[in-house]
């Protein structure tokens, strides 16, 4: 499901919302997600899931192809873990 039919199914679930204002709130909502995570936050939607983000030390990583040792810089990425309600409603 994309952004634009989530907020499609959104406003047809409400009527009280048009389509623009609907991709608003999707939108909104996305944003305020990233925001969190990008300041290290942990995100909590209970009953469907938890993001959060990891960080991966820097190191010293090898080029494949030539053998040169190349420096890889410090990452973050972001873990998902689904609420137990969800997981319960995928696997019956």
Do not use: W
């Not at 952004?3 to 996305?30: D, G, M, W, Y």
């Not at 960080?55 to 972001?78: C, D, Q, Y």
């Amino acid at each position: 499901m994309t952004k634009s039919e989530l907020a499609r199914r959104l406003a047809a679930a409400n009527p009280h919302l048009t389509q623009r204002e609907a991709e608003i709130v999707v939108a909104t909502i996305f944003d305020k997600i990233a925001a969190a995570l990008s300041r290290g936050d942990r995100v909590e939607l209970r009953g469907f899931a938890v993001f959060s983000t990891k960080r991966v030390s820097p190191r010293v990583s090898r080029n494949p192809l030539t053998g040169a040792r190349v420096n890889v810089p410090e990452k973050h990425f972001i873990t998902f873990k689904s609420g137990r309600p969800m997981h319960h409603r995928l696997n019956g």
